[in-house]
């Protein structure tokens, strides 16, 4: 039947991406590490380098969507889904004859105990906390105790990590862990936000608004190869505190869109792109520089927080924040018409309910509604300027930090000088004649 087809259907989707999200999560958790030991002397550049690969593919992939679309559509959705197999045979075939190199870590003597002491209880803490808050909403079986089982499960977990590590981690360490949760609800919890923002006056414009995508991703991939020539200059904490500025402004100019063109927006939208960049490969290549014996370890785990904080903290947060300063917007007339009452961590507040405003009859009062939404779109967007202030913050006192210590030095296991020069630079730049 139609009904036992749709099922089976949603059942294969399912795991089928859960499937593919392991894949996925896998090549991460290799290809960090990899890059690091290969470029052990220029860890934050390469791993820019890297992940310019990253928005490289959404830009390919965006533009195959666009001119797919008709097939998305109308025809075979299956065909285009299956693109995907594509690059995943000839990442294969690449890869069943490469060989890879002995990590830094294990190069160095360090044991597999002082790897997972650089992480230590606090970054088990953190870590096994957010995944077991993720649990808990898939989970139906602890709705009733949700936070119960999420405080013992951390807890136990974290008490047998700490025993056995007989370490609370680096300080350093602890520091970044802090940083990445923000600093990833910054770039990714709003990247969705900024891109829809942009597609209604896309639409409008009678333009694909998979052009959006193209256009942010192509921005990035560029910029990312000219990590290495900035932090040659300045050093990673330099480029990660003028990031925090340019998205800082990025997010002000783009909460005073809400009634300017489209072109105005995708100038904000490119200022914030600017400053979004170099966000997340180089704090791994700061961790990578900084704690060295955490191996692939503390790589993986600091980007793992950071893709778990944007679900089980940032998205919540970000809901809440739209929806509540959306209903700030209306005049009590309408608002006691299509509000709702909410909770965001047991604290109430309003919210448009949209049953509510399809249910309106008034024209007014549905154009009201409308302007409210807008409104709190891009006024919440003044807001989440908050995190990347945060994080100026931190790196000012990181720059400070390591500025007491003689500058930014690359931690070396091998027994090689670390200079900024060797640790930090990248290719030289265009020089004029």
């Not at 310019?52 to 998305?72: D, E, K, N, Q, Y």
Request: proline share 4%; charged share 15%.
């Amino acid at each position: 039947t139609v009904k036992a087809a749709q099922a089976s259907g949603y059942s294969l989707l399912y795991w089928g991406s859960i499937i593919l999200g392991l894949g996925n999560g896998t090549v991460e958790a290799f290809i960090n590490p990899v890059v690091a030991t290969m470029f052990s002397k220029e860890k934050t550049k390469w791993l820019n380098i890297l992940h310019a690969a990253w928005p490289g593919g959404l830009v390919i992939g965006g533009i195959i969507t666009i001119f797919m679309g008709s097939i998305a559509a109308e025809g075979d959705w299956r065909l285009v889904l299956g693109i995907i197999a594509i690059p995943a045979i000839i990442y294969l075939l690449l890869l069943s004859t490469a060989k890879f190199p002995q990590s830094e870590r294990e190069s160095a003597g360090v044991t597999y105990r002082e790897m997972l002491g650089e992480f230590g209880a606090f970054g088990a803490l953190i870590g096994f906390g957010l995944i077991f808050m993720q649990l808990a909403e898939v989970i139906p079986q602890v709705a009733e105790f949700k936070w119960p089982f999420i405080g013992a499960c951390t807890l136990i977990v974290t008490i047998i990590f700490g025993v056995y590590t007989q370490s609370l981690g680096r300080g350093i360490m602890a520091f970044l862990i802090i940083i990445m949760m923000p600093l990833a609800v910054t770039e990714i919890g709003t990247d969705g936000w900024i891109t829809g923002l942009m597609e209604e006056p896309m639409k409008a414009a009678g333009q694909n608004a998979g052009w959006v995508l193209v256009y942010t991703s192509a921005i990035m991939m560029v910029l990312r190869f000219f990590a290495g020539p900035i932090v040659h200059k300045t050093s990673p904490i330099g480029l990660l505190l003028g990031s925090c500025v340019l998205a800082i402004a990025g997010l002000f100019a783009l909460s005073k869109c809400g009634s300017a063109g489209l072109g105005a927006i995708f100038a904000a939208a490119t200022l914030y792109g600017f400053g979004k960049t170099f966000f997340w490969p180089t704090m791994l290549g700061v961790t990578a520089e900084q704690c060295p014996k955490g191996g692939a370890l503390t790589l993986n785990a600091i980007s793992g927080i950071g893709m778990i904080a944007v679900g089980v903290l940032g998205f919540p947060f970000i809901g809440y924040l739209q929806e509540s300063t959306a209903s700030s917007q209306l005049a009590p007339a309408v608002a006691e018409q299509v509000l709702n009452e909410k909770e965001y961590l047991g604290q109430p507040y309003s919210a448009i309910d949209e049953a509510k405003a399809k249910a309106l009859t008034d024209e007014a009062d549905k154009t009201a509604v409308e302007e409210a939404n807008k409104a709190g779109q891009f006024d919440a967007l003044a807001k989440m300027a908050g995190f990347p202030t945060f994080m100026l913050l931190c790196y000012i006192a990181l720059f400070m930090y390591f500025k007491s210590k003689g500058g930014y030095k690359a931690e070396v296991l091998t027994g090689h000088g670390a200079e900024d020069d060797k640790f930090t630079g990248g290719l030289e730049g265009a020089v004029e004649a």
